[in-house]
Antibody, heavy 120, light 107 residues
Framework: QLQLQESGPGLVKPSETLSLTCTVS??????????WGWIRQPPGKGLEWIGS???????HYNPSLTSRVTISVDTSKNQFSLKLSSVSAADTAVYYC????????????WGQGTLVTVSS | AIQMTQSPSSLSASVGDRVTITCRAS??????LGWYQQKPGKAPKLLIY???ILQSGVPSRFSGSGSGTDFTLTISSLQPEDFATFYC?????????FGGGTAVEIK
């Protein structure tokens, strides 16, 4: 049974770097059939795609975040990660990791989400 | 970036009602559109991809249609467990973009 689980600090100080990891079980992050993505949702608001990456190192980022975001895939640990630098209160959100199937494209499996609050 | 406009932003309906939600893309996206359901405190769940293909395990009362710029999600007979917020997502080009969401509430 495929599962994704986010982990990382729930509280980050302004101007610091938010770091999250998504651990995948039941599937391989080294598969060429999938990309691995991050989506976030500020409290009471809608969904925002942050970016996606694959084991080859291919990445795609939301232009609104591209200068601050890095997504990487670690096949040895079957994990992928998100780093978002220079955070502010506007980055407070529930962060979801998800598997993106390719051809056809769709986010078919999601983690449960983790709330990250940016506050001093 | 392609903008996705969903309507309505919210609606009230009764159990058994037929419900229709629309999503309009700011440019043509073929059939590269998915629909997701999100219940409070939970992760989104994939309902439909490629505009009209039902994800495995999703009840057949959900259906999707459309291509190009105009898309529709239909729930043929609303059930108590369907009350949630629904989002469309265009998969046609980066950056991927979601619609603003439609909250389906109990009348």
């Amino acid at each position: 049974q495929l599962q994704l689980q986010e982990s990382g600090p729930g509280l980050v100080k302004p101007s610091e770097t938010l770091s999250l990891t998504c651990t995948v079980s039941g599937a391989s992050t080294g598969s060429s059939s999938y990309h691995w993505g991050w989506i976030r949702q500020p409290p009471g608001k809608g969904l925002e795609w942050i970016g996606s990456g694959s084991y080859t190192g291919t990445t795609h980022y939301n232009p609104s975040l591209t200068s601050r975001v890095t997504i990487s895939v670690d096949t040895s640990k079957n994990q992928f990660s998100l780093k978002l630098s220079s955070v502010s209160a506007a980055d407070t959100a529930v962060y979801y990791c998800a598997r993106r199937g390719l051809r056809p494209e769709r986010f078919d499996y999601w983690g449960q989400g983790t709330l990250v609050t940016v506050s001093s | 970036a392609i903008q996705m406009t969903q309507s309505p932003s919210s609606l009230s309906a009764s159990v058994g009602d037929r419900v229709t939600i629309t999503c309009r893309a700011s440019q043509g996206i073929g059939n590269d559109l998915g629909w997701y359901q999100q219940k409070p405190g939970k992760a989104p769940k994939l309902l439909i991809y490629d505009a009209s293909i039902l994800q495995s395990g999703v009840p057949s009362r959900f259906s999707g249609s459309g291509s190009g710029t105009d898309f529709t999600l239909t729930i043929s007979s609303l059930q108590p467990e369907d009350f949630a917020t629904f989002y469309c997502l265009q998969d046609y080009s980066y950056p991927l973009t979601f619609g603003g969401g439609t909250a389906v509430e109990i009348k």
